[in-house]
């Protein structure tokens, strides 16, 4: 039986429906907000430092855009070999905005019912989130070895002026492996 719109059922209902959709869109709002201070295109070079010392050159770029219902960053990291070789590799995650205020979810693929949702760390493919903290935007990456043991990974994208400063870090059960200090310029 559907509620009457003049009855006190179906008032509650309208003003609820009214609450839910206004809860949505200030969400979304506040999603594009966080993020529109990091939109644009960065590139930049560095030294990656690995756990014994050496170090490897890589070119870095990293695009930041916003999507319909969140926001996308797309990376791609040229590492340079001894030999003469090079290893180009790009990476692109959609985030969605979470109920916690600055924390976001990848989209990473679609489920049976179309809607995006992250990846399963636990079939070996790596669960990632974001957040945004003052004028920090991280991006994490996680993931479960065959092993049970873990890598985490974390790119730090801190505003300066005329563009980002990168921290990236990569632990493996705990021990640092390798780590990128590096200054984005806006392009």
Do not use: C
């Not at 030999?83 to 180009?88: A, P, S």
């Amino acid at each position: 039986m559907r509620a009457n719109p003049t009855t006190p059922a179906g008032s509650s209902r309208r003003i609820l429906a009214g609450l839910v959709f206004a809860l949505l869109a200030v969400t979304g709002v506040a999603a594009r907000a966080d993020i529109a201070r990091f939109i644009g295109d960065y590139s930049g070079s560095a030294e990656m430092v690995s756990a014994d010392g050496s170090t490897t050159p890589r070119d870095m770029s990293v695009a930041i855009s916003q999507t319909r219902d969140g926001f996308r960053v797309q990376w791609t990291t040229v590492t340079y070999k001894s030999d003469g070789r090079t290893k180009v590799s790009p990476y692109s995650v959609d985030f969605l905005p979470t109920d916690r205020p600055g924390i976001y979810s990848a989209a990473m693929q679609r489920n049976v019912f179309g809607h995006a949702v992250p990846l399963d760390p636990m079939k070996g493919e790596p669960y990632v989130w974001g957040r945004i903290t003052g004028d920090t935007l991280t991006v994490y990456s996680l993931f479960v070895d065959d092993n049970g043991g873990y890598e985490m990974q974390q790119y730090d994208r801190t505003l300066a002026e005329g563009g980002l400063q990168l921290e990236f870090t990569r632990f493996r059960n705990g021990e640092m492996l390798r780590s990128v200090s590096a200054f984005l310029k806006r392009n």
